[in-house]
Structures are given as C-alpha cells and as structure tokens.
C-alpha cells in the first residue's frame, strides 16, 4: 500500500513538473517564469515526499535548475543558498559537536535525571523536561541522539511495556516541544528568519524570535507534563539509576560552558547589533582556538547533507517570492480564501500541521511559507513567517517528520500504532494552541496580524 502511494505521488509530481516547466506557458496564458517555478516547486515537493533521493540530493537540484529555467539569475541564485541561515545552523551543529565530544550534554542528562529517579511520573517528566530544555540550546536531532543510548540502557530494566514505550515518546515529545522554542532548536526558524530577510529586508533577532516562540513551547511543555501524569497513574514500576557520571567538570567541559555562555549572551542581549551567525561563527572560532574540537570533530558532528538541503530550500523559497509565483498562486487559485482571513488561516494550519507529519518539517516550511507570502497583503508577514515556521516543528506523531520520532521509533519499543494512540492529543490540541498564542498573545505582545 505504502509503496503503491508512493508510486503515484512520484508520478504526480513528475508529471505537473515537465506539464509546468515545459507546456502549460504555451497552451494556457500564465507567464513563463511563473510556469516554471511551480514545475519546480512540484518536483522539489515530490522528492521530498517520496524520499527516493536524500534532501540534500534535492536541495543540490534546486540549486542547479532555479538558474538554469531563468526563475532567477545565478547570482541571485548562490546568493540565496548563501544566505545568513545556512551559515547560522552551521554555527550551530558545530556548537553541539563540542557538548557531544567533551561528555558534558550526558553528564548533565545523568544528573537531571538522576534526580528524577523516583518514580515513573518523575522520571518520564524527567525525560520529557531535559529533552525540552536541552532542545533550547542545540537543534533537537542532537539532543536525541544524546538521551537515546542512555535512555535505550534504562529500557532494558523496565518490565512493564507501556512504561518502555513511553520513555522514548517523552524524549521525542520533550524534543520536538522545546526545539520550536528558539532558533537553535532546529533549522525552520533559521532558515524561516533567513527568507523573511531575503525577501522583505528587515531582520528577526534572536531575542525577538524566542520572545514570541517560546510561549508556544511552554505551553506544550505544561500540556506534555500534565499528559505524562495522566499516563503514569497506574504504573508501579520504579527505576534507581546507578551513579556513574563524575561531578567535577574537566577542562574541555568548563571551556564550552564558558564560549556556549558568551555566544548566548551575544544571541540574545545583542543580536540587534551582530548578526546571529556572526556570534555563532565566533564562538566556533573560539572552539577550535582553545582546542575543545578539531576538524575532524566537526566534520564528523555537522550533517552537511541537511546544511545543503536547507540551501536549495532556501533557493525555492526565494524563488517563488522574487518571481511573484507566490503572489500569483494567492490571487488566481486562492483568492476566495482572502476574503475570509479565519478560514485562510485555519486553512494553512491544518495543511502544514498534516503535511509536516509526512515530510520534514524543514521542507513543509519551505513548500508553506513561500505560498504563505502571497496572503501579505491578508497577513502581516513577520506573522506568517513566525505561524508557518513554529506550526511545521510540530510533528509529534509520525516518525518521518522529524529526526526525534525517527530516533525514539529506532528502538524498536513501540509500533506506529502506539505513535498514533499516544502522541495524538499533542496533534490535537496544536492548532488550539497556536490559534490562542497567535490571535490573542502575540497580539498584545506587538504582533500585527
């Protein structure tokens, strides 16, 4: 079945691309470079949504075609791979590459959750709150990749099998709510922060962006603690860790506590004035002048396939704007909705919440935000960039959309199904969320709809 499907979205989306990039601008009256952005934009979403080749692979082909079908110029085209967003998640693996080499991410995941080994309640929220709070800090595939062996240890202990099965969807769950909560919990706000800059000219700060972001994860923080105790009221089962992290903090650890708290205080007191992947590109100086990684190191923490997806996504995204492609979709195929912002809104939400479940939340935003553009003149932009980039982070329930789900599904603990009964009340109380932070508190906190 799941193969069958597959087939036919490929054969979809091949299909509109070569109808789109080489036919529709003779036989219809819609303008050439419109025309071709859309076959561009059908086949980036078909490899994306069928996987048949990595991202990156994707975002290489995005690259190369934009220029090459006259959608933009080359220059226009390298520099948008170029933007201030590739360079900034860079900053950012390479920063968690120094907490993941020098031990100390596991050192403090041993210590929380040490001291949350009381009782089922008290060591899932554990999970949940260091998942969270580390996914503040660096993108959440990291923290993930951080808990999993740890966490995959404490399985084994458990007998009783809901208790296994949650201990791994409270690290995902944990996971996916804190990375919507700042820019270094993942690439959409990043990569969403570069295209509102590329587009409009005006820049989101760190502190603006966390401002206005973490009371969505917050929330779902309060909502995922009060979900955990609801789950654990009737496990009984309890699980001592043993001690064996070393409290003293070696050399190398102190060095990337000390350069991790110099490039936040640039991030978030003065980014007004550095630009965010400057302060994040200085502090990986500092990492390799005072020695706490080398090249090799980097080399190996840094996934360069994501940073060149994100690229060619970022080229996409341009594309559809500066071409006007996204402007012309909201007046000729959407404009009824422009004539009723709620059912526009509620629209957009649905789709990117759904959409996000199937692909990666870097690519629903990519496909989202662009379209999403063309309502400015319905939606004020900051709004949108900040709605379709937070919304796409949430993907609670399925293991494709986001590398937590992917993580916590390799254990082998819990099946689809268990994804589905557990994570679906994160699926349904999100756009309730959303909605009530966006129309009533980003409001009264300066945001114009």
Known sequence: MKGTLKNVILFTGLSL?????????YIVKIPEIYSKALGIF???????????????????LIIAITPLFNVLRPEETFSAFGNRAV???????????????TGLAKKITYFFLKFFSKSPFYILSGIFSISFFLSLLIPEHATSAILFPFLLQISHEIKNKKFAKLIF?????????????????????????????????????FFEWTKFAFPVAFLFF???????????????????L????????????????????FALILWIFYSDKIDMAVTGLLACFLLFLFKVINWRDAQHYVNWGIILMYGGAIVLGTSLFKSGTALYI??????????HPLILFISLLFLTLILTEFISNVATCALLLPISYGFSNVFDPFFLT???????????????GSPPNAIAFSSGKYSIFDAFKYSIPFFLVSPVFIYFLSHFIWVIMGVKI
């Open 42 to 60: 059908f086949l980036s979403a078909t490899l994306w949504i069928t996987n048949i080749v990595p991202p990156a692979v994707t975002g290489i």
């Open 386 to 400: 900040l709605f379709i980039a937070i919304t796409s982070g949430l993907a609670f329930i399925l293991p494709f």
């Open 242 to 261: 043993k001690n064996k992290a070393e409290r003293i903090l070696s050399n190398e650890e102190m060095k990337t506590l000390l350069i991790y708290a």
């Open 87 to 101: 360079f900034f998640i860079l900053s950012a693996f390479i920063l968690a590459s120094s907490i993941l080499k």
């Open 330 to 339: 909201s007046e000729n195929f959407l404009s009824l909705l422009s004539h």
């Open 17 to 25: 691309f070569f109808i789109f990039s080489f036919f529709l601008f």
């Open 169 to 205: 969807l409270s690290m995902a769950w944990g996971a996916v709510s804190g990375g919507i909560g700042t820019p270094l919990g993942g690439a959409r706000a990043p990569f969403a922060i570069g295209l509102y800059q590329e587009n409009f000219g005006k820049i989101i700060t």
């Open 222 to 240: 309060i909502f995922g603690i009060l979900y955990i105790f609801i789950l654990t009221r009737n496990i009984q089962e309890k699980v001592e």
